[in-house]
């Protein structure tokens, strides 16, 4: 049997990567320490700051509201309704579910109430991916809501495997500007929070395995819009090179930030000092009117589509 | 054993104690992307897994 490596307790997990095993509470002061050093080591967050966490009710999003707690930061939650059915239907009950179980202020926007539209009618109206559309809805709404609610950052559970797999993706293509972009933290901005990505130096097995040591209760199906799509084909790689040799992703990811991140710094500014207001709601945009209100505006005008119906369509 | 499977959810019943690394190879699944949880507590790849234990293997990948 194995031992932890720390206490050599029996181990609940292996983690190839460190070449070692953990116990439930050694596992657990390893995560709170990558935590600790992804905001030391990028600025991400200072003591006394205001957070507003973005929470799906998945592993990721309640791993790190419970991680920032933990740690002492200020952070309550927002929850956005997508309207993918059943899917939405119970992601809302776990992230109100951890909320309640501890005493923690939840911030709630549906769609659908508030736009009139939801993620699968967003999707057939612009004859996008959904993801495309679930995407912009998210940022920008998790902009604004600590834009008007006087918080300093938006912190979101974006993980290792993530982060690993959109670098993949973005150096598959060479897309400078998307690579200049995907940085753990990007400073605020007129208009623009804060937005840090506190989870960056754990994998998902860790996040997840983060969630069953507290036992925190979480959605483990996948988004229906999701499967299939290139970010899970690009995880799936990297996995492969992982089982391979642990600990590739963490080196490909982390020496990014270390070597090539820098070296985009100054294209990341530029591109930021380009941005004026949105003629209609005011938020930051390259054009005269937000990609966000263009959505809005060809999304509500659509009549509903049902999930199953986008299913169906094969459209990921 | 009992074996659950999610993401679709199905249950499998698996003859013949193995450890967690055996069981998670014969089906197929890679140890970077599951967890295996035995009533209730994770449990390391080389635990060993008997007849009368229920287990749950839960993937961590996420495709947002």
């Given at each position: ?24 509470e050694?596992l ?48 309550d ?9 059943t ?17 923690l202020?939840?911030h ?8 009139g539209?939801d ?43 993530d982060?690993?797999?959109v ?6 293509r060479?897309?400078v ?18 937005k ?9 097995r ?29 995880k ?9 040799s ?12 270390e ?51 986008l ?6 | 054993?009992?074996?659950l ?48 234990d229920?287990?749950?293997?839960r ?6």
């Amino acid at each position: 049997m194995s031992k932890c490596r720390v206490c050599r307790e029996p181990a609940v997990i292996d983690l190839p990567r460190h070449n070692a095993n953990f116990c439930g509470e050694h596992l657990q002061q390893l995560c709170r320490r990558q935590v600790e050093k992804a905001i030391a080591d990028h600025d991400m967050l200072r003591p006394g700051d205001r957070v507003l966490v973005a929470v799906s009710g998945g592993k990721d999003s309640l791993a790190l509201w419970d991680l920032l707690r933990e740690l002492g930061y200020d952070a309550d939650g927002l929850y956005i309704g997508l309207g993918i059915g059943t899917y939405s239907t119970e992601s809302g009950e776990y992230a109100r579910a951890f909320a309640s179980d501890r005493g923690l202020k939840l911030h709630e926007i549906d769609l659908r109430d508030a736009h009139g539209y939801d993620v699968p009618t967003a999707a057939r109206a612009t004859r996008r991916v959904p993801c495309s559309a679930c995407g912009l809805s998210k940022r920008h709404l998790f902009d604004t809501a600590a834009r008007d609610g006087g918080y300093d950052a938006v912190a979101t559970g974006h993980n290792l495997d993530d982060e690993a797999a959109v670098l993949l993706g973005n150096t598959l293509r060479w897309d400078v500007e998307y690579l200049a972009r995907q940085y753990p933290v990007l400073p605020a901005g007129e208009g623009f929070p804060r937005k840090v990505k506190p989870l960056v130096r754990l994998t998902e097995r860790e996040t997840a395995a983060w969630c069953i040591v507290r036992r925190i209760d979480y959605q483990v199906e996948e988004c229906p819009m999701a499967a299939g799509n290139r970010h899970l084909g690009y995880k799936a790689t990297l996995n492969e090179m992982e089982a391979r040799s642990p600990g590739a992703k963490a080196t490909f990811y982390l020496s990014f930030l270390e070597r090539m991140a820098p070296q985009l710094a100054e294209h990341r500014a530029s591109e930021v000092a380009a941005l004026s207001a949105c003629a209609h709601c005011g938020a930051p945009t390259t054009g005269e009117v937000c990609a966000f209100c263009r959505l809005v505006e060809v999304a509500s005008a659509h009549e509903p589509v049902p999930v199953e119906l986008l299913a169906r369509s094969g459209r990921r | 054993m009992r074996v659950l499977l999610r993401n679709p959810r199905r249950e499998l019943q698996i003859d013949g104690a193995r450890t967690v690394r055996n069981l998670l190879g014969e089906l197929g699944l890679d140890r970077e992307s599951h967890l295996v949880i035995r009533n209730g507590t994770l449990v390391p790849g080389d635990e060993r897994l008997e007849d009368a234990d229920t287990v749950e293997i839960r993937p961590v990948i996420s495709g947002g």
